[in-house]
């Protein structure tokens, strides 16, 4: 019988159960209890947390079933074997893996299944990453990868609204016993661990602890009584979108093209007034991110192949729109050996070949281990204006932008600023996520120690239903006034406003030019 110990963790609808080393069987028939109670309201959702014993779980997709050994030399050996009614396929559980089972409502979590599994990835992700491991996703595929080699198992099932069984993720397990089993059904895949990942053996007491924490945080539900008031957009924020006009032949253009804008990508705010304006911030490598920050609606996950023919193409969106200046952007690409770059290359070169008039303003990622061969690469292609957002407050990152680091998109900046010397270089930060001013204050001094002289400022708006919640909306005068102090502290382009984007109003040459066009909306 499993008497694990009942952690309440943060928030009283959810219970934290750990369950120690315990047999598959008997924590499976404890799972069934729970959902029925769970069901008849007797309890609020509920997560065990569970090492097994040596088990082969067997799922309800027969044809992913496919075992390497027979079961009575299997028995021989220790290894238990369960059938059980959750989707995928045969899966296998050991000492040093950690199993996380959550009997949760999704009715009352207003989830649906294929969100709710998003969100166990994400969890798993994150987990991960406090362990030192970078995982990511693949389309089709439920679990969490590292390169090729898998690492972590998802498996659930759904009644009437509840879930049981959940995920599994290799921390210092044997994984031998995987070599009994084609993992999921997929031929080839070879399983891993944070152990073979990293090297080092986490005690399992302290990943549960780091699993909990993240667990409270995805699935707090709130009584009827701390029910959130939806916050009421300020007057101040509320914008028509256009349509017809340049704004029609825009939108027709870039669709016709099959093109990527961030507009689109990042449910921009202002994608109505730019289209207007026959304006467009082009999306480049893909609309798949490797990283998945939490302020941002760009879907993450593992990006396809490099489009060749994508450069030819953002040139004829450059020739059909007339532009004079042209903002280029990408998802993150840590897949890539240069994070991107070469493609970034490309895309200029391909675009002044047609338009040799335009102008260019590129705004990158952070590049991560690949800083010094992207600023090699990007060389190549000088002129233009270089942008990296900083985003946020440090305090903030690893709520808002996990997969950053603060001080290496500082340093990108600083070289970007040695290697390229009267290169404008140009960043941009959002209020509202619950950042002091005293934070802002330092993210602005900052700034301005590495060289960089152009700077936005803007209210961060919820862009999907999953993203971040907007802790404040930040008045249009305090914008003003962080316009003012910015330019105290010696940036000579500052446009801030609720509104202002990181490539919002970008082709306007001089600040007062930039500030002449907002005061005219």
């Given at each position: 019988?499993?008497?694990?110990?009942?952690?309440?963790?943060?928030?009283?609808?959810?219970?934290?159960?750990?369950?120690?080393?315990?047999?598959?069987?008997?924590?499976?028939?404890?799972?069934?209890?729970?959902?029925?109670?769970?069901?008849?309201?007797?309890?609020?959702?509920?997560?065990?947390?569970?090492?097994?014993?040596?088990?082969?779980?067997?799922?309800?997709?027969?044809?992913?079933?496919?075992?390497?050994?027979?079961?009575?030399k299997l028995k021989d050996k220790g290894i238990d074997i369960v059938e059980i009614r959750r989707g995928g396929g045969a899966?296998?559980?050991?000492?040093?893996?950690?199993?996380?089972?959550?009997?949760?409502?999704?009715?009352?979590?207003?989830?649906?299944?294929?969100?709710?599994?998003?969100?166990?990835?994400?969890?798993?992700?994150?987990?991960?990453?406090?362990?030192?491991?970078?995982?990511?996703?693949?389309?089709?595929?439920?679990?969490?990868?590292?390169?090729?080699?898998?690492?972590?198992?998802?498996?659930?099932?759904?009644?009437?609204?509840?879930?049981?069984?959940?995920?599994?993720?290799?921390?210092?397990?044997?994984?031998?016993?995987?070599?009994?089993?084609?993992?999921?059904?997929?031929?080839?895949?070879?399983?891993?661990?944070?152990?073979?990942?990293?090297?080092?053996?986490?005690?399992?007491?302290?990943?549960?602890?780091?699993?909990?924490?993240?667990?409270?945080?995805?699935?707090?539900?709130?009584?009827?009584?701390?029910?959130?008031?939806?916050?009421?957009?300020?007057?101040?924020?509320?914008?028509?979108?256009?349509?017809?006009?340049?704004?029609?032949?825009?939108?027709?253009?870039?669709?016709?093209?099959?093109?990527?804008?961030?507009?689109?990508?990042?449910?921009?705010?202002?994608?109505?007034?730019?289209?207007?304006?026959?304006?467009?911030?082009?999306?480049?490598?893909?609309?798949?991110?490797?990283?998945?920050?939490?302020?941002?609606?760009?879907?993450?996950?593992?990006?396809?192949?490099?489009?060749?023919?994508?450069?030819?193409?953002?040139?004829?969106?450059?020739?059909?729109?007339?532009?004079?200046?042209?903002?280029?952007?990408?998802?993150?690409?840590?897949?890539?050996?240069?994070?991107?770059?070469?493609?970034?290359?490309?895309?200029?070169?391909?675009?002044?070949?047609?338009?040799?008039?335009?102008?260019?303003?590129?705004?990158?990622?952070?590049?991560?281990?690949?800083?010094?061969q992207a600023i090699a690469i990007l060389a190549e292609v000088l002129p233009f204006v270089f942008a990296h957002n900083v985003?946020?407050?440090?305090?903030?990152?690893?709520?808002?932008?996990?997969?950053?680091?603060?001080?290496?998109?500082?340093?990108?900046?600083?070289?970007?600023?040695?290697?390229?010397?009267?290169?404008?270089?140009?960043?941009?930060?959002?209020?509202?996520?619950?950042?002091?001013?005293?934070?802002?204050?330092?993210?602005?001094?900052?700034?301005?120690?590495?060289?960089?002289?152009?700077?936005?400022?803007?209210?961060?708006?919820?862009?999907?239903?999953?993203?971040?919640?907007?802790?404040?909306?930040?008045?249009?005068?305090?914008?003003?006034?962080?316009?003012?102090?910015?330019?105290?502290?010696?940036?000579?382009?500052?446009?801030?406003?609720?509104?202002?984007?990181?490539?919002?109003?970008?082709?306007?040459?001089?600040?007062?030019?930039?500030?002449?066009?907002?005061?005219?909306?």
């Amino acid at each position: 019988m499993i008497t694990g110990q009942i952690n309440q963790i943060r928030n009283d609808s959810l219970q934290i159960r750990d369950c120690g080393l315990e047999d598959f069987r008997e924590t499976l028939e404890l799972q069934q209890r729970l959902v029925e109670q769970r069901r008849r309201g007797e309890i609020g959702d509920t997560v065990l947390l569970v090492e097994h014993q040596p088990v082969i779980t067997l799922g309800i997709r027969q044809n992913a079933n496919k075992m390497l050994a027979e079961r009575e030399k299997l028995k021989d050996k220790g290894i238990d074997i369960v059938e059980i009614r959750r989707g995928g396929g045969a899966t296998a559980h050991n000492p040093g893996q950690i199993v996380f089972y959550p009997i949760l409502n999704l009715q009352e979590l207003h989830l649906g299944i294929n969100e709710y599994i998003r969100k166990l990835e994400q969890i798993g992700i994150e987990l991960l990453e406090m362990l030192g491991v970078k995982s990511e996703r693949r389309k089709g595929f439920p679990g969490l990868w590292v390169n090729d080699k898998k690492i972590a198992s998802i498996g659930v099932r759904v009644s009437r609204q509840i879930t049981h069984h959940g995920m599994a993720i290799n921390i210092n397990n044997d994984l031998s016993i995987f070599d009994y089993i084609v993992p999921c059904g997929l031929e080839g895949v070879e399983m891993t661990s944070v152990l073979n990942e990293t090297g080092k053996k986490h005690s399992l007491q302290e990943v549960k602890s780091f699993l909990s924490k993240i667990l409270s945080d995805y699935f707090k539900v709130k009584s009827k009584k701390q029910k959130v008031k939806i916050r009421r957009l300020p007057e101040w924020l509320k914008r028509p979108m256009p349509a017809g006009g340049q704004y029609g032949k825009t939108s027709e253009i870039v669709n016709t093209l099959g093109l990527e804008t961030i507009c689109m990508s990042a449910n921009c705010p202002n994608r109505g007034q730019c289209w207007s304006r026959g304006t467009a911030t082009v999306l480049i490598l893909g609309k798949i991110c490797t990283r998945g920050c939490k302020f941002c609606s760009v879907a993450n996950g593992r990006p396809g192949p490099v489009d060749a023919t994508e450069p030819g193409r953002v040139a004829e969106l450059a020739k059909k729109l007339n532009l004079k200046y042209l903002v280029i952007t990408s998802v993150n690409r840590d897949d890539l050996a240069d994070g991107g770059a070469g493609h970034f290359r490309d895309c200029i070169r391909e675009v002044r070949r047609q338009c040799t008039d335009i102008k260019f303003e590129i705004l990158t990622p952070d590049f991560r281990d690949y800083q010094e061969q992207a600023i090699a690469i990007l060389a190549e292609v000088l002129p233009f204006v270089f942008a990296h957002n900083v985003e946020t407050v440090p305090s903030l990152y690893k709520k808002a932008r996990s997969g950053g680091d603060y001080q290496r998109s500082l340093n990108l900046l600083k070289m970007v600023k040695k290697a390229f010397g009267d290169t404008p270089t140009k960043s941009s930060i959002m209020l509202g996520l619950g950042e002091s001013d005293e934070e802002v204050e330092q993210v602005l001094r900052g700034l301005r120690a590495v060289g960089c002289e152009r700077l936005t400022i803007g209210q961060y708006l919820k862009p999907s239903k999953d993203s971040l919640e907007v802790a404040e909306y930040i008045r249009p005068e305090k914008f003003d006034w962080w316009r003012h102090r910015a330019i105290e502290l010696g940036f000579n382009w500052v446009i801030s406003a609720p509104f202002a984007r990181s490539s919002y109003l970008a082709e306007t040459l001089t600040d007062t030019d930039v500030n002449t066009d907002l005061h005219r909306q």
